[in-house]
């Protein structure tokens, strides 16, 4: 397609790459000696080098010998939580919570979750992250990072029930506040933290406030089979009942994890009212040794969008989305008992458009076309590890490394260019954290945020 406007110069021109396209039945495929031109913060057209060898721009990449992809999106994570990385290795759920995550969490300060959101959102930058759905607690100082960093994000203010109707109302007030911000690039959400954290009322008017605002809603559910069995036993119902039953399902709602849906779950997902998705974060489960993984090909079966994420860097030990993607193809075939099954194309498929429908962006992003928002990303393919190419899509997948990202684009707006990063400035950042971290790691008060006994 050619460019719209012939004549008037563009705002940014990328020559001489290879584009990962979607045809009409969101196929996967690849354009060979492609152009990218944009205008404004979106695609105003997908065509050959040769057609704007001519044309006017205030910027232009050569992107010879790379691959042209929408940015990768980050469906759930806990961006300031990288301050606690390696901190509570090679423990159970229940220990890592209870011993560890949240007593160090009670120390938080708005400063420590400003740091931890600049080093993370630099981290995303340069494994080709553009967008990333987060909740946690002083969001207001991650709205403000995900502005001045350039990213695009989904935001929610993170409650329990055990904060009383005041944590309900600040996770409104912050969604209200901040939607549409930073120049449409931060949307916003209801995080109400999980089943077994906040009790049906709560949920239940979670579910009606989302109704009356038409916010979505961003929770845990169904993390693991554990947390499954023992609702079924306290309360008569898996937590995906849980979530019917208050009204959740009625919402756009985004579940994270899921490893415990069950199969009776499944006709309750297929027949939610709302934009139901799945995150996940494989990386995670391997570290917990937790039995079962998110049921992608099950999902995928009802039409629910899975999309993939890493969960914060504490449990994660890493927010490489790109290392999200591999896993999810190697876990899924081994689940399954089937090779055949994550395709490399499945895969980028959940990578791109699946994951741009979880978080509520399937409009605008996910896809390399016309008309949607220039979030996209270079991809370095010259190395040996990617050398030679029979298959593109399994070379991407299963060969290339985040390091392997030369250009981070969002709206437009070069936020990393040659693998150096325009907009964070780590060192600073990192040599303030680490000046914060005897304060903030500290766990002799004996202090908790909640109990984890699910």
């Not at 290795?89 to 160090?104: I, K, Q, S």
């Not at 077994?196 to 809603?217: C, F, K, Q």
């Not at 939610?272 to 993984?293: C, E, H, M, S």
Request: with cysteine; hydrophobic share 40%.
């Amino acid at each position: 397609m050619t460019p719209s406007s012939p004549g008037k110069p563009a705002d940014l021109v990328i020559t001489g790459c290879t584009v990962l396209v979607h045809d009409d039945r969101e196929r996967i495929g690849f354009e060979e000696d492609a152009a990218i031109v944009v205008r404004d913060g979106v695609v105003d057209a997908v065509t050959t080098a040769a057609d704007v060898a001519g044309l006017t721009a205030a910027e232009r990449i050569d992107a010879r010998g790379q691959v042209a992809l929408p940015g990768l999106i980050n469906c759930h994570t806990h961006a300031p939580m990288v301050a606690l990385r390696g901190l509570a290795e090679d423990l159970p759920t229940e220990e890592w919570f209870n011993d560890v995550v949240w007593p160090v969490e009670s120390n938080l300060t708005e400063r420590d979750v400003t740091l931890g959101a600049r080093l993370a959102c630099a981290e995303m930058i340069r494994a080709g992250v553009t967008a990333f759905a987060d909740s946690y607690f002083a969001m207001d100082a991650v709205a403000a990072v995900v502005d001045a960093c350039g990213m695009r994000a989904q935001l929610g203010q993170a409650y329990f029930s055990s904060q009383g109707p005041e944590g309900r109302e600040a996770s409104l007030e912050f969604a209200r506040r901040h939607r549409d911000t930073a120049g449409g690039r931060i949307t916003t959400a209801l995080a109400p933290h999980a089943p077994y954290t906040v009790t049906d009322a709560d949920l239940a008017a979670t579910a009606e406030l989302a109704r009356d605002h038409g916010l979505p809603v961003h929770l845990h559910a169904a993390e693991n089979r554990d947390q499954t069995d023992t609702s079924l036993a306290r309360h008569g119902a898996t937590p995906i009942q849980v979530l019917e039953r208050t009204g959740i399902l009625d919402t756009d709602v985004l579940i994270a994890h899921g490893t415990g849906i069950t199969e009776a779950d499944l006709p309750l997902l297929a027949r939610a009212k709302g934009r139901t998705a799945v995150a996940t974060a494989p990386r995670g489960y391997l570290k917990f040794a937790w039995p079962d993984t998110t049921p992608v090909r099950a999902l995928r079966g009802i039409g629910v969008p899975v999309g993939l994420a890493t969960d914060g860097a504490a449990s994660n030990s890493s927010l490489d989305v790109w290392e999200s993607m591999a896993l999810t193809s190697l876990v899924q075939k081994s689940a399954e008992g089937d090779p055949r099954w994550l395709t490399s194309r499945q895969a980028l498929h959940h990578a791109t458009v699946q994951s741009a429908r979880a978080v509520g962006l399937g409009g605008s992003v996910g896809r390399v076309a016309p008309g949607l928002r220039a979030d996209l990303i270079l991809v370095d393919l010259t190395g040996p590890h990617t050398r030679p190419v029979h298959d593109l899509a399994a070379t991407l997948v299963h060969s290339a490394r985040s390091a392997d990202v030369r250009t981070t684009i969002v709206d437009g707006r070069v936020l990393m260019r040659d693998r150096v990063l325009l907009t964070v400035d780590v060192p600073a950042v990192a040599r303030e954290l680490e000046e914060r971290l005897p304060a903030l790691t500290e766990r002799g008060h004996g202090r908790r945020i909640q109990e984890y006994d699910t």
